[in-house]
């Protein structure tokens, strides 16, 4: 979760369009639970429909000429692909799309996830003591989303070519295993008791074992969750996961290069000397 953006007129905007949205689905926006997205670009909250079923109503923002592709559609992609995904995905009940000065607004709304994530911040900052159902489960969420065939991409192999060597210092693997996979599994998009895995935005084809790797760099700073999460996961440390363990330490230690995520730079730079050796 993000502070609202510094640029006041952002703010406004984002405000003025996301009210606009509520009124164009007949929601009621309620107060309190406000959620903004990275520099102002979503900004999501709770509301209620008509009917008085709760509901989350996300508003995201693109220049026109950028309104399509993987991550706009992303969210309405997952819905025809998995719907509510057995209750481990929030379903998505309407989509509203305006055009104003330039911009484009689509607004999502949503079934309500009363239950609070796992964490604040993507990052793990303490450890998690939860139970092997839950485990299990998500295990078992993440196998039946790699099995899922879909011609969306979340990584592509001529980025793997370019960061690998780049910000790893290894050969991107020749060869690779392709699985679709959510692309964002980190802490603050899934939830304990049910189990959810939210913001489906980037799903897409990713090397096997993507999704194990990213919610394992997210855990670096804590050592006993990582650890279950590389004995949850043993594709993490196989040679069939080296491609997906090599591409998201890429990905992070380029964010680190951009001054961001600069908590986790010890860990990775450690994480980079492993598939290094091996």
Known sequence: MYSPPPDPDTERR???????????????????????????????????????????????????????????????DAQHAFGDFDGHRAGL??????????????AELSVRVDQPVLSDDPILQHDLHLPDSWWADLAGTLEKVSA????????????????????????????????????????????????????????GRGPEGFDAATLYAYTLLQPDTAARVRTVFPVLGSLA?????????????QTVARGENLVLEDQLRHWSEELRRR
């Open 14 to 76: 984002m405000r003025a369009h996301h009210a606009r949205a509520a009124k164009a689905l007949d929601v009621q926006v309620e107060s309190g639970g406000e959620f903004w997205g990275w520099a102002g670009r979503t900004l999501g909250a709770p509301a209620r429909t008509a009917a008085g079923q709760p509901a989350w109503l996300r508003l995201v923002s693109a220049p026109e000429d950028k309104a399509s592709g993987k991550l706009w559609d992303g969210a309405l």
């Open 93 to 106: 009940l309407a989509v509203h799309d305006a055009v104003d000065d330039g911009t484009a607004y689509r």
């Open 148 to 203: 899922f065939d879909t011609d969306r991409v979340a990584v592509r192999r001529q980025y793997m070519d370019r960061a690998i060597p780049q910000f790893v210092g290894i050969p991107a693997p020749a060869a690779i295993c392709w699985t679709t996979a959510h692309a964002d599994v980190h802490w603050a998009n899934l939830t304990a008791s049910p189990l959810r895995l939210l913001d489906w935005e980037g799903w």
């Open 241 to 253: 996961g080296l491609a997906a363990e090599a591409t998201v330490c890429a990905q992070l230690l």
